[in-house]
């Protein structure tokens, strides 16, 4: 069962962030499956779809979706896709791009059951995710793992670590501004800002 638009369109243009993560989360895989399709590369069709919800969020008080938010989703990827071959086309690099396309990258076995994938794929972003956030100095990482992996509100943070709200927004801060340094070249920049909003 499709989500209701109206409700969607609402949320989007009252900048509610949830209701873009949620999206993103049900839809990211299915939509990477769907680019892959017209791009071959998994690659190139994770970063148009990251790019597409990135679009979205970025023009959310101009979007009105009108018909089925699931059909609105595939179709603009449709549409990046093809902008992208397009443009391709336009720089003479098409012909050379799917000689470079080796057949790893290209999903002509059947796919693996949408579940699964979404549970590889987020296992392997958390395992990203937990391996720098270990890296960060004490007092960051304490707070990060706190606020974001216990889900606990800046105000019981600082009263576990004996700090001041101020201070413990400092560290989050900081640790996010880390984590998004040093996963940038790992992570797709959308999946990036609503991972570590």
Not at 77 to 98: A, D, P, W
Not at 165 to 186: G, P
Request: with cysteine; aromatic share 10%; glycine share 2%.
């Amino acid at each position: 069962m499709d989500i209701d638009q109206t409700y969607i369109n609402q949320k989007l243009q009252d900048g509610e962030e949830e209701t873009c993560v949620f999206l993103f989360r049900k839809y990211y895989v299915p939509l990477c499956s769907y680019a892959r399709r017209y791009v071959g590369r998994k690659d190139i069709a994770e970063e148009i779809v990251a790019e597409t919800f990135f679009k979205i969020w970025e023009n959310r008080s101009n979007i009105i979706i009108s018909a089925s938010v699931k059909a609105y989703l595939f179709q603009a990827v449709c549409n990046n896709s093809l902008n992208y071959l397009g443009k391709l086309k336009h720089e003479t690099r098409l012909e050379k791009y799917f000689q470079e396309t080796t057949f790893e990258n290209i999903a002509f076995s059947e796919p693996l059951d949408e579940t699964e994938e979404q549970s590889l794929l987020l296992t392997d972003i958390n395992q990203k995710i937990e391996e720098v956030v270990a890296q960060l100095p004490e007092q960051q990482k304490k707070a990060f793992r706190l606020k974001r992996f216990e889900g606990r509100k800046t105000k019981e943070v600082a009263e576990i670590m004996g700090l001041s709200v101020k201070t413990v927004e400092m560290h989050l801060a900081k640790a996010t501004l880390n984590l998004r340094q040093k996963l940038k070249d790992i992570l797709p920049a959308f999946l990036l800002f609503i991972l570590l909003k």
